[in-house]
């Protein structure tokens, strides 16, 4: 079966009810930035983590499939890639006539960049 990354995982699936805005985003190997905005759709399901100050002025998408849990107590979103994978990521760039991951170019990106996490 394909990984769908736009979904969250069973160990992750309380993420979606919750609002993980300002969340610390922690990767494998430490914080990688905050969460700037959490789109909970199902099937369309990403945060958008600002890098600062570890990447001044950086933002990417991380889908849903990525995110490994969300701690309510301790605002710590903790995510299945590193800092480097973060880095490497395609950045998010929204314009102003496209709704934050629908450009089928940029979203297509993310998903072939992401899906090799599961490879």
Known sequence: MAHDI???TETAAPAARLDLTGYKVEATD???GT????EPTAGRAHVVVD????I???RVIV???VVTAADPGTERLHIGCTKQQLEQAPQFEPGPDRDL???QPHRMGLVDYYLA???
């Open 6 to 8: 736009w979904t969250y």
């Open 30 to 32: 430490g914080f990688a």
């Open 35 to 38: 969460v700037d905005t959490h």
């Open 51 to 54: 890098t600062t100050p570890w």
């Open 56 to 58: 001044p002025g950086r």
């Open 63 to 65: 889908p849903a499939g």
């Open 101 to 103: 991951d629908d450009e």
């Open 117 to 119: 996490f599961f490879r």
